[in-house]
Structures are given as structure tokens and as C-alpha cells.
């Protein structure tokens, strides 16, 4: 057994990709602003370069010379002040909303979203929790019970805003720690079982959701309204070919595709790229996810292995939500693409997470 000193030199070439191809990718995008409301797309570009591409690579190398153990050492309190920090939103005169959604902070020019301070709280309170109880993870008062007040916290929360989207990103990164650390198959039956009776009830009480499962199981209804940003996602990724229309000829991000920088920001990309370009940008997620779980899987402790693999989750699982949603093979969520789209705090965070997992490496053991 041997254990090494330096961070894991694949993830980190795999990050380094995704941020130079995100950038690429985005600065694109952004020209679509032009068209939509003469906005300085310059303005957003520089933003997303300062914001996150830089404070990001900045923070990435700090946290991942950080020793992981002081996340561990932390984790209770950074997951309270991450639940402290999102309740904030709800202030009145303090959270402002955009699009019915109440979900950001503003902090003079820079605008914060707290669920992603939210998402690493959760994902590090859980790993905390079931490295010090792994092996009891399996019984009801030591794995069940923490695992449903965790994240009934943080459901209330995100769903509140509401953000259903970022609801679907922290289920799925807590029930893989959960799974991880040893739950019982009868517990995860039945936190499975309940989401789903909550996605049920949350469409029987709020039009959006309802509107999102329809136009899902049914894309051609409602063409000039709830499934407009589905058809003209389709529309961008199909008229892309195999090696697309080449940088910046996107022509769907002008006045047509919704959130071209958003949450659309996969189908600009296809459709610039073609099948080729967006084929790689998902083996490059795909890459990450598989070289993450190596390093859980190598992971001196249990806290390191749940801790990693929660991120992966994170990182990975909302990339193929979003990717997903644009090809119609899931329902509209909302969520960004991570690394690509607009959203300089959410780089960050996302490279804070990285970091992480690089530290982590660091220790890693193998034989």
C-alpha cells in the first residue's frame, strides 16, 4: 500500500478541457444576446471570465491544497450556515426573483445563488454523518432517519424558491452517498418510491411542473408555449448535422432558442459543433464522472470516498439532467450546464467541488 502526494493529474486535465470548451462554448452563446435585447454581450462575457473562470481556477487551487480534513472537521457547520444563507432568500427586500423563481442574492453587481452553497453543505453534512455511522447506515435510527431530516431541510428549501431542478440534483448526489455508505435496498426502495409520489403531487399543485411532464410525454402540444423551448432545442441540435455550422453560426440563438446561455446553452453548442462536438463535450462529463468515482474508490477514508463520491454525483448528475432535458429524453428542469453555461458563482462552486476531489487524490491509496 502506498499512498500519493500529488492530485490526480487526469481529473485535472479533464477540468482544464471542460473550462477551456465551456468558455468557448458560452462566449459564443452570448453573442445571441445582440439580437434578443442589444445587452453588451462583452460585459457578460468578461463577468463569466473574471467571476468564474478565474476566481474559480483561483479557488481550485487553494481548496484542492487544503486538506480535505478540515471539510470533515467543518462539515456540520458549513451544511448549517449553507441552510442559514438560503433561508436569507427569504427576506423580503434581500432575495430578489427572476422568472417567478425567488433564488438569488444580490451582492452588488454579482449576483449569488444560494443552493449552491446548499449542494456542497448537503453532500458534506451526509458524508460526515455516515463515516461516522457507516456501519450502521443500513438500520432506520442511524441511516433512514438522518438521511430523510438532511434532506427534508434542504427539499423545503430549494423547493420553496421554487427550484424542482436543483431539488432532482441533491436527491440523486444524497441517495448515492446513502447507497454508498451501506443503506438498506429497502430503505432506497422507499425514498425512491416517495419522490416519485412527490413529483405526482407537486405536478397536482403547481401548473409549471405539470406543464413540464405534459409537453415531456407529449412534445407537440402547446408548440408556441410550454413545449416552445423544447421543439426549438430539437430544432438547434438536428439542424447541427454531424460537424455542425461551425463557431458562432448558430443561428437558433438568435430571438428563437430560450436561455441560449442557460440552461439551453447544449443546444447552441450541438448545433455549432454537430454530433461530433457534442458527442466529445459528453464523454468529457462521462470521463469525469468514471476517473471520480476512481478516486472515491481509492479514498483513504470513508468520509473521502462518501465525500468525492457525492460531488461526482453532483457534477456529473446535473450535466446529464440538463443535456438530457435539451434532447427531450427527460423532462425541462432548468438546471445549467455546469462549466458551460452562464452563471460565475456557479463555476466556483463547481471548482471549489473540484478542488475537493483533488485533495482528496492526494491522499489516495492504491497498491
Not at 223 to 242: D, E, F, K, T
Not at 298 to 303: K, T
Not at 317 to 334: K, V
Request: hydrophobic residues 55%; contains cysteine; charged residues 10%.
Amino acid at each position: 500500500m502506498k499512498h500519493k502526494n500529488r492530485p490526480d493529474r487526469l481529473l485535472f486535465v479533464i477540468v482544464v478541457i471542460l473550462l477551456m470548451v465551456g468558455f468557448f462554448i458560452f462566449t459564443s452563446a452570448a453573442f445571441g444576446l445582440l439580437a434578443r435585447s442589444g445587452a453588451g454581450f462583452q460585459f457578460v462575457i468578461l463577468k463569466q471570465l473574471i467571476i468564474g473562470v478565474v476566481m474559480g481556477t483561483v479557488a481550485l487551487f487553494a481548496i484542492s491544497k487544503m486538506p480535505y480534513k478540515y471539510w470533515q472537521k467543518w462539515a456540520l457547520p458549513l451544511f448549517l450556515c449553507s441552510v442559514l444563507v438560503s433561508a436569507i432568500l427569504f427576506i423580503p427586500g434581500v432575495g430578489f426573483s427572476s422568472g417567478g423563481a425567488m433564488r438569488w442574492i444580490a451582492v452588488g453587481p454579482i449576483t449569488f445563488q444560494p443552493s449552491e452553497f446548499l449542494k456542497l453543505g448537503t453532500v458534506l453534512a451526509l458524508a460526515w454523518w455516515y463515516s461516522r455511522y457507516q456501519d450502521r447506515a443500513h438500520t432506520f435510527q442511524y441511516g433512514l432517519l438522518p438521511f430523510c431530516g438532511v434532506l427534508a431541510i434542504a427539499t423545503l428549501l430549494v423547493l420553496t424558491q421554487p427550484d424542482t431542478g436543483t431539488f432532482l440534483v441533491i436527491f440523486a448526489s444524497s441517495i448515492g452517498i446513502f447507497a454508498i455508505a451501506g443503506a438498506s435496498w429497502k430503505h432506497i426502495g422507499v425514498l425512491l418510491s416517495a419522490a416519485i409520489l412527490g413529483v405526482v403531487l407537486l405536478a397536482s399543485f403547481r401548473p409549471y411542473v405539470r406543464e413540464r411532464l405534459l409537453t415531456f410525454m407529449d412534445p407537440g402540444r402547446d408548440q408556441l408555449g410550454a413545449s416552445y423551448q423544447l421543439r426549438q432545442s430539437i430544432l438547434a441540435i438536428g439542424s447541427g448535422g454531424v460537424v455542425g455550422r461551425g463557431f458562432g453560426q448558430s443561428v437558433q440563438k438568435f430571438n428563437y432558442l430560450p436561455e441560449a446561455i442557460g440552461d439551453s446553452i447544449f443546444a447552441v453548442a450541438a448545433e455549432e459543433f454537430g454530433f461530433v462536438g457534442s458527442s466529445l463535450l459528453i464523454l468529457l462529463f462521462l470521463g469525469f464522472g468514471l476517473r471520480g468515482m476512481k478516486i472515491a474508490a481509492d479514498a483513504p477514508n470513508s468520509f473521502g470516498r462518501l465525500t468525492v463520491a457525492g460531488i461526482v454525483i453532483l457534477i456529473t448528475g446535473q450535466s446529464f439532467i440538463n443535456i438530457g432535458a435539451m434532447l427531450g429524453i427527460i423532462p425541462l428542469t432548468g438546471v445549467p450546464l455546469l462549466f458551460v453555461s452562464h452563471g460565475g458563482t456557479a463555476l466556483v462552486f463547481t471548482l471549489v467541488e473540484v478542488g475537493i476531489i483533488l485533495n482528496v487524490s492526494r491522499h489516495r491509496v492504491t497498491t
